[in-house]
Structures are given as C-alpha cells and as structure tokens.
C-alpha cells in the first residue's frame, strides 16, 4: 500500500485509475460530502454514516451496487469519507468477489490519521464494535488537507487526540510539534507534515506487525482506559477526546509504575483542560470503567487489565498488566483534574 499526501486529488488519482478499465471503477462517498469530479464521472454510491449504519445490511448495498455496474475481479472502489466509509468500503471491497482493489480518500483527520491506514476493515456485528471484519490494505490512500476545511472543530479535535498519542508513542520531536501547533487556528496546511508524520509512524508500526500479535500494541497507548470511557458514554463521546482522556490516566501510570517523567503529562493535562474540557463521569460509575476495562477484547487473560504504557516519550512498553486498584487511582487523577 502507499500514501499520498495530495494537494490536488483528481491529479493524484489519474493515474491510478488509469490502470482500470473505465466501467471497473465505482465510488462509495459519505453522503454528506461532495466530489462532483468523481462522482459525475464514475457510477456512484452515497451512503449516510452513522455507527448504526456501520452493518452487514450497508455492506450488502454495497455489493449489489458493485453486482449492478457489473464490476468484476479486476475492478476498484473509490471510498471517499470518514472512518464508517472507508472501514466498511474496504470490507465491502475486501470481500467482493474474493476481493477487489479498493482507494481509501480519507475526509476526516481520525481517518486521515488512523482508520484509513493499517489495513483493518469492518464492521458492528449485534452491537459489537467492529467485531466482523479482515485485514485487507487498500491500494492507495489519498491525505489532502481540502477535506479539512468543512471539518467541525470536535472533529478535529478527535483526529488530533489520536496525532497526540503517536507523538507520544514515537519520537520527542514530534509531540514537541504537536503541543506547538495552534488549536485556536485549526490551519489545515500547516498541519500535513504533521499528519505526514503520524500515517508515516503508524505505517513503519504496523509494516513490522501487520496483524498485531504483538509490537502493533504500542498503538493501544491511551485505548485501555479510552475504550471504557467511549463505551460507558454509549459513543456520545468522539473518539479522539475518549483517547486523550486515556492518556491522561495511562501516562498517570506510566509516572507512578515505570517512572516516566511528569513533563509530558503535565503537558497534555494543560492541552486537555484548554480544547476537550474534563470528562464527565459521576463517582459510582468509575468502578463500572474498571469493570469494562477488565472486558476489553485486547486483554489475553479473562479480567486482566491489559495496558500499553511509555517509560518516556517515544519509549512505549506494551503488556503492562495493572490491578483493578491500579485503574480505580488513574481514574481518581483524571476525575480530580
Ligand atoms: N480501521 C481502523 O483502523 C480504524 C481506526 C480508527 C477508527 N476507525 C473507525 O472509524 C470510525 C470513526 O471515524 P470518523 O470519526 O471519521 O467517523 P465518520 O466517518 O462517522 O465521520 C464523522 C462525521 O464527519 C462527517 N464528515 C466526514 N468528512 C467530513 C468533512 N470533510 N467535512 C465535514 N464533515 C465530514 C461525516 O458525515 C460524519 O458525520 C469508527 O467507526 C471507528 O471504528 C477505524
């Protein structure tokens, strides 16, 4: 798979699409969103997104808009949107006849940054979280910054908490840009050698371990405790400020259980309190975090907390299994800040 960091996608993609035979090409776009270059040139599909919509019911729409264009085996699909759109516009692909090629142009920051990269498609199953899905990479990947400009600012927000935790996870350089770069302004241009950045460390991660049995866990950092706190909202919470919180509390015990430095919690706790606000969470609820933490599907033994956390930045250490006491303390720091 490559990457493109693209000021102009129509440019970027032509030759791409020119390796298929015209009629082979369909595009699946998140219906609130535009691309008449795209959508009036090729048959077209728009679907709105919501994690509802994230169902076998939408994949199935999907194949039989593939089925009607006759698209056969040598065929593409163009996913333009968010995350919904490119994880269930990969699966779709992904399956289509044992699988066709699919683009992935990626319209928000969380997808430019995190769900349009690394292969996992999918998915929610009986109301699991992308608990049906498969590893398959799209062929391309397009990041332009155009998408960003129409983006509301908790989205951006989102995207940014997951740029946060890869600059924490991978070198000092890069979470010193990050803390750097102004958030009032929300300046799309400046932020794609930093997003740049991230989708190249994400890729270098999941290059050495495609289908995470062990090293891709560095990319968990800030998951353990922002999964819980993202279920326990029912999803009201955007993802990416789930994860900032998370951080906060795994950072916590990353200072009290491998001696990391203060700094950069102290750091992203400033950050936090400044754009995402605290998180609400009443006191009765934080033992049902720890109950949900206990559940986590990336745990390897049944009620073992199970984190990722950094000895300093850019020094993450998976596999750190902390006590129920443990998680109740993080918790009780992030709800006191
Ligand atoms: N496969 C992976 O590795 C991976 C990683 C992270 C997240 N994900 C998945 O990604 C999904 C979340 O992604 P998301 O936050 O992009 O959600 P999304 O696709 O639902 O998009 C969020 C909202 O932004 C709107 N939108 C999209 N592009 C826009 C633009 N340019 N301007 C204005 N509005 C725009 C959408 O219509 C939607 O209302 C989840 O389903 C999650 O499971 C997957």
Request: hydrophobic share 35%; charged share 15%; glycine share 8%.
């Given at each position: 798979m490559s990457k493109m960091m693209c000021a102009d996608i129509i440019k970027a993609l032509q030759p791409i699409v020119a390796r298929y035979e015209a009629e082979q090409v369909g595009v699946l776009i998140d219906a609130a969103l535009e691309c008449d270059v795209l959508t009036s040139r090729f048959p077209t599909l728009r679907m709105e997104v919501s994690e509802e919509r994230k169902s076998l019911e939408k994949v199935e729409q999907i194949w039989d808009f593939l089925f009607a264009q006759g698209i056969t085996r040598r065929g593409l699909l163009i996913c333009i949107g968010g995350g919904v759109i490119t994880d269930i516009g990969g699966f779709a692909a992904a399956t289509y006849k044992r699988g066709i090629d699919y683009i992935n142009i990626p319209t928000t920051l969380l997808a430019m940054i995190d769900a349009s990269s690394g292969g996992k498609t999918g998915i929610n199953y009986h109301g699991l979280k992308n608990s049906v899905g498969c590893f398959a990479p799209p062929v391309e990947t397009l990041i332009s910054p155009q998408w960003l400009k129409t983006l509301p600012a908790a989205q951006w927000l989102s995207g940014f908490g997951e740029m946060l935790k890869t600059g924490l996870i991978s070198q000092p350089a890069l979470w010193h840009q990050l803390l750097q770069y102004d958030l009032e302004v929300m300046d799309s241009e400046a932020l794609m050698p930093l997003i740049e950045q991230c989708v190249a460390c994400k890729e270098s991660i999941v290059a050495a371990d495609p289908k995470e049995t062990g090293p891709r866990k560095v990319l968990n950092?800030?998951?353990?405790?922002?999964?819980?706190?993202?279920?326990?909202?029912?999803?009201?919470?955007?993802?990416?400020?789930?994860?900032?919180?998370?951080?906060?509390?795994?950072?916590?015990?990353?200072?009290?259980?491998?001696?990391?430095?203060?700094?950069?919690?102290?750091?992203?706790?400033?950050?936090?309190?400044?754009?995402?606000?605290?998180?609400?969470?009443?006191?009765?609820?934080?033992?049902?975090?720890?109950?949900l933490m206990q559940q986590d599907k990336k745990n390897e033994r049944t009620a073992e907390i199970n984190c990722t956390l950094i000895r300093e930045v850019g020094m993450p250490v998976i596999n750190q299994v902390i006590t129920p006491a443990e998680a109740l303390e993080a918790l009780e720091y992030l709800f006191s800040l």
């Open positions: 950092f800030g998951h353990t405790f922002g999964h819980a706190l993202e279920e326990l909202s029912l999803d009201a919470m955007p993802h990416g400020y789930a994860v900032v919180y998370g951080l906060i509390a795994e950072l916590y015990l990353s200072v009290t259980n491998l001696g990391c430095p203060k700094e950069p919690l102290q750091q992203l706790t400033q950050l936090m309190l400044h754009y995402y606000g605290r998180p609400q969470c009443k006191c009765s609820e934080r033992e049902q975090l720890v109950r």
